[in-house]
């Protein structure tokens, strides 16, 4: 049964639906930050790969980058079960087909579902002139555990804001 789960729930992401055109919910901080902690290892094994690449043997990424991908996936089964109802939540204002069966689907295969969709958004928003920048925040970084990693990253999302919601992509937090 479960290998009919994965495939089934990737069709129902691919689905277009007129809720894909909606703008998605914002996210509270905490939520921002529970979906980023879990985020964390699948985005930078995600960005490891992508930027190994376009970046000198020497960089930090690629010497260090699957060992911090690492580190920080201790923190994805705390971080789940609040970054599962934000990645719910994100889902159903676009496809609430989709998230209907992510509410019914068990944690074992919704997770690599979540840490596919996740690393797939991120790996398609990161181009090669982008790594040396990424290369250098994650060196900065990687000292702090995730959930201060993900803290911060929200934090900067907030205070880089042009807008007046601040956002990540089409991902909106919440004003406090």
């Known amino acids: 049964m479960r290998r009919f789960i994965i495939p089934l729930a990737l069709f129902a992401l691919t689905v277009p ?3 894909a055109a909606a703008e998605p919910p914002c996210l509270t901080t905490g939520e ?3 979906l980023t902690t879990y985020a964390l290892p699948s985005a930078i094994g995600s960005v490891t790969r992508g ?3 376009s970046l000198p043997t020497s960089a930090w990424l690629p010497r260090n980058g699957p060992a911090l991908a690492q580190r920080y996936a201790a923190g994805k089964v705390d971080a789940w079960p609040a970054a599962k109802a934000a990645f719910i939540k994100l889902s159903e204002a676009t496809n609430p087909e989709a998230a209907q069966l992510f509410v019914a689907m068990p944690d074992e295969s919704l997770m690599p579902l979540a840490d596919a969709a996740l690393a797939g958004i991120i790996s398609a928003k990161v181009k090669p002139d982008s790594c040396p920048v990424i290369d250098r925040a994650l060196s900065l970084l990687a000292p702090l555990p ?12 907030g205070l880089g804001a042009k807008t007046s ?11 406090a």
């Open 146 to 157: 995730a959930e201060n990693t993900a803290g911060l990253i929200a934090l900067a999302v």
């Open 165 to 175: 919601e601040p956002r990540l992509g089409k991902i909106a937090i919440c004003k």
């Open 32 to 34: 921002f930050t529970a």
């Open 51 to 53: 930027c190994t690449a």
């Open 17 to 19: 639906q007129v809720a």
